[in-house]
């Protein structure tokens, strides 16, 4: 089927002119009740209970979602939830039929028709609802849980404010960019996880900010939890961000990559593109070698297997680079105690995390 074009979120929810639905109402008062909390309550009072909300917004994202589509890739659960039930069915819908119905409409343009698109396509467009409402329900809280320790940090110098926050400055807007430039690579379809309900045709070039770092939207494009850090100058906030980045890999680990090497074709892993290609000399050298001698000296075919068997195992032992059949970390797993860069990792943790709790400990400051 044709997919219809999606509107975009933002000029959904904040443009005046643009008329409002259920849900864009419910997303916009959860929004207002995290700027009431920052302007109203006191300042202890507001930093407990944004942290609260961040928290929940944070496992809502990652475990909430990440459970609706882990299901959904399993079992294609939320489409036979909406099936089994009947409430995309005109004939046994009634009420939340016509109510889906006129959200979806209000949301889509004039190339959307309800009835003539398939039930995982309405269903896409009603959890991208809920991936909305989450979304931005989680950056409102962080926002406004940074907003409350700003000024916080005890700089010695002047000139040491203005770096950390030059250089949160900068972390914020390249945080902005690489989530601008993967959006226009991949689209709404990719964005709000569309392969899990159904899959479409389409040619995408992987430019801009995906030759820079695999997964860009869960490295780098989380670079401004660490310039929120930096700006603030407090390290609740960073270990908060450190633990919500630390949940985003997890997702990504136990939710995306799964489904990624189910959906599509798995990509042959660097180690066996090395192998192949060094296979394919080895066996041209070892032919040009047995026709130079055909004539004058009997090669026997199973020592000449033999040699050039050793002689591949051997090159492939010694040349093969280390990182190639060492799989990559992710937070602590495939953690390896003899690899410089994952002993660096924890060491840069302890030097983090470690000192400045034992330093608090040992002055008898708890406060948070």
């Given at each position: 089927f044709a997919v219809?074009?999606?509107?975009d979120m933002?000029?959904?929810?904040?443009n005046p002119?643009t008329p409002?639905?259920?849900?864009?109402?419910?997303t916009?008062?959860m929004l207002s009740t995290?700027?009431?909390v920052a302007?109203?309550?006191p300042l202890?009072t507001?930093?407990?209970?944004l942290?609260a909300?961040?928290?929940?917004?944070?496992?809502?994202?990652n475990?909430g979602?990440?459970?609706i589509?882990?299901?959904?890739?399993?079992?294609?659960g939320?489409?036979a939830?909406?099936?089994?039930?009947?409430?995309?069915d005109?004939?046994r819908g009634?009420?939340?039929?016509v109510?889906l119905?006129t959200e979806?409409?209000a949301?889509?343009g004039?190339?959307y028709s309800?009835?003539?698109?398939?039930?995982?396509?309405n269903v896409?467009?009603?959890?991208?609802?809920?991936?909305?409402?989450?979304?931005?329900n989680d950056f409102?809280a962080?926002?406004?849980?940074c907003?409350c320790?700003l000024g916080?940090?005890?700089?010695?110098?002047a000139?040491h404010?203005?770096?950390r926050?030059?250089?949160g400055?900068?972390?914020?807007?390249f945080?902005?960019?690489?989530?601008v430039d993967?959006h226009?690579?991949?689209?709404d379809y990719?964005?709000?996880w569309?392969?899990f309900?159904?899959l479409?045709?389409?040619s995408?070039t992987f430019d801009?900010?995906?030759?820079m770092?695999?997964?860009?939207?869960y490295?780098?494009?989380?670079?401004?939890?660490?310039g929120?850090s930096?700006?603030?100058?407090?390290y609740?906030i960073?270990?908060?961000?450190?633990?919500?980045?630390?949940?985003?890999?997890?997702?990504?680990?136990?939710?995306e990559n799964?489904?990624?090497?189910k959906t599509?074709?798995?990509p042959?892993?660097?180690?066996?593109?090395?192998?192949?290609?060094?296979?394919r000399?080895l066996s041209?050298a070892?032919s040009?070698?047995e026709e130079?001698?055909n004539?004058?000296?009997?090669v026997?075919?199973?020592?000449?297997?033999?040699s050039?068997t050793?002689?591949e195992?051997?090159?492939s032992i010694?040349?093969?680079?280390?990182?190639?059949?060492h799989?990559?970390l992710i937070?602590f797993?495939n953690?390896d105690?003899?690899?410089?860069?994952?002993?660096?990792?924890?060491l840069?943790?302890l030097?983090?995390?470690g000192?400045?709790?034992?330093f608090m400990?040992?002055?008898?400051?708890?406060?948070?």
């Open positions: 219809p074009k999606t509107r933002l000029q959904s929810l904040f002119l409002k639905t259920s849900f864009d109402m419910a916009l008062a995290h700027m009431i302007f109203v309550f202890a507001k930093r407990w209970i942290m909300a961040f928290a929940f917004w944070r496992l809502c994202y475990g979602l990440g459970w589509l882990n299901w959904q890739s399993n079992r294609h939320l489409v939830l909406f099936k089994r039930n009947g409430w995309l005109p004939s009634g009420k939340v039929y109510w119905k979806l409409e949301k889509m004039p190339d309800f009835e003539s698109v398939p039930i995982e396509f896409w467009l009603l959890y991208r609802q809920l991936v909305d409402l989450i979304l931005l409102a962080y926002f406004f849980l907003s320790y916080s940090a005890n700089d010695s110098e000139w404010t203005h770096l926050i030059a250089g400055v900068i972390l914020l807007a945080n902005l960019w690489v989530k993967a226009r690579v991949v689209k990719a964005w709000y569309g392969d309900f159904f479409v045709e389409q995408l801009g900010v995906f030759e770092a695999p997964h860009p939207m490295s780098i494009g989380y670079a401004g939890y660490y929120g930096m700006i603030t100058g407090s609740t960073f270990y908060a961000s450190l633990a919500a980045h630390m949940l985003q890999f997890l997702f990504l680990s136990f939710v799964p489904h990624i090497e599509y074709e798995r042959p892993l660097a180690v066996q593109v090395i192998q192949k290609s060094r296979n000399r041209s070892a040009d070698h130079s001698i004539g004058t000296v009997e026997s075919p199973t020592a000449a297997s033999g050039v050793t002689c195992t051997r090159s010694r040349e093969r680079p280390a990182s190639l059949w799989p990559d937070v797993k953690f105690l003899f690899r410089a860069s994952d002993i660096l990792i924890v840069l943790l030097y983090s995390v000192i400045p709790l034992g400990w040992a002055t008898g400051n708890k406060r948070f």
